[in-house]
């Protein structure tokens, strides 16, 4: 993956009438990258993406690619291939039709044309596909085509609008791995918008969370999860539990009548409210030795998730229950039951500090 950026998009603005559908964004794309676009629905990512591919001008900004200026390119100037959330595939074409398309208008010959489908169904896992009909795959395999289709030129970018959204659950974890690891192969620069969390942590190498029109955070998946800026991406990336607070010194908080200490609040003054936010599977029980932050709760509810019991806990003095996960393995000594009292403690290193009322 080389340093320069590839794709740079420079102050965004989109109106659609009155409504500012993106506001001032900006965001430089390295060549070689896996970017999603992450975020709720109507939080903007489309647009942006409809921008990128040239389908929508932006009313102010700019876009480069590859140093080209392509702000108010036409679509067939562009070089990108992109893949639809709904397979979007020809009905009336077969699977190598279908794939060639692109090829044509590019005045690839017929052998070159037949040779190059070929080559990409077996990139997509679908060698021996080329006379078969859309209506007659599956949704996976209509993605796969699609995929084949989009990156039949080569393109510079690769464009994929919420591709497995349609898709059920295995088919969707599986197609996952299998794009991430032709991506990787092929080293093309990719774009991916989705609303799913667990599919941007897992493809992605930097995640662009969004919400109203303007990117609240990018960085790795890891650096998202562990050290999200602001409480709607720690929220809206994983489970968070958010507790009020008070700063009543450096370091030290007021909760509901306890005293926590917390590494992160050297941006908070004493009197500030504050929001102390902490994940499940950072929620501790074995707290022998243990100081500070430690609580007792009540185990309102657990519910088995398989590789972890998920319990919830109504706090000392706490209005609001947090949640707790806890591996099957400490589950084996703990023995949690419904309605049990019990001692936890919220790390300081795990607590997340946000400045404001909750
Ligand atoms: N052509 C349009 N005309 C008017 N409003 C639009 C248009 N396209 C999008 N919007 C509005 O802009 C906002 C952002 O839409 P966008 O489709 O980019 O969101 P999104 O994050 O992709 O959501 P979703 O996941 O639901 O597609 C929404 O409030 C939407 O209603």
């Known amino acids: 993956m080389s340093n320069k950026a590839y794709l740079e998009l420079n102050n965004i603005d989109q109106m659609f009438g009155t409504y500012q559908a993106l506001k001032n964004v900006s965001l430089n ?65 077969t699977v190598a039709d279908n794939i060639a398309y692109g090829l044509v208008s590019k005045k690839f010959s017929a052998n070159d044309r037949r040779v190059r489908v070929t080559e990409l169904l077996a990139t997509v896992g679908m060698s021996g596909s080329e006379g078969r009909y859309p209506a007659q795959l599956s949704g996976g395999q209509q993605q796969r085509v699609a995929l084949a289709r989009a990156l039949a030129t080569s393109p510079g970018l690769l464009l994929l609008d919420e591709p497995l959204s349609a898709l059920d659950a295995r088919v969707r974890a599986h197609l996952r791995q299998e ?53 709607f991406v720690a929220e809206f990336v994983g489970e968070m539990n958010f507790l009020s607070a008070e700063v009543s010194g450096v370091g030290v908080m007021q909760s509901a009548g306890l005293t926590l200490r917390c590494d992160q609040s050297s941006h908070l003054t004493i009197g500030d409210p504050a929001q102390l936010a902490i994940r499940p599977e950072d929620v501790r029980f074995q707290t022998e030795g243990e100081e500070d932050n430690k609580m007792n709760a009540k185990v309102l509810h657990l519910e088995f ?35 049990q009292s019990v001692v936890c403690q919220l790390p300081h290193d795990r607590l997340h500090v946000f400045g404001g009322k909750a």
């Open 29 to 93: 794309i390295k060549e070689g990258e896996f970017v999603c676009f992450l975020g709720p629905s109507g939080c903007g990512k489309t647009s942006l993406l409809r921008i990128i591919a040239g389908l929508d001008t932006p009313t102010s900004g700019s876009i480069l690619q590859a140093g080209k200026d392509i702000t108010y390119a036409p679509v067939n100037h562009r070089d990108f291939g992109i893949v639809f959330q709904s397979y979007a595939l020809f009905p009336n074409l």
């Open 179 to 231: 794009i991430k690891q032709l991506q990787e192969k092929l080293g093309v620069t990719t774009i991916m918008v989705t609303h799913d969390q667990e599919e941007a942590l897992t493809m992605a190498d930097q995640i662009v969370v969004m919400n109203q029109g303007v990117i609240e955070q990018i960085g790795t998946p890891q650096d998202v999860y562990a050290k999200p800026n602001t409480p």
């Open 305 to 339: 998730l398989g590789s972890r019991m998920r319990a919830l806990l109504e706090l000392e003095n706490h209005e609001r229950p947090i949640l707790a996960d806890i591996s099957m393995n400490e589950m084996a000594e703990l023995n949690l039951i419904q309605g």
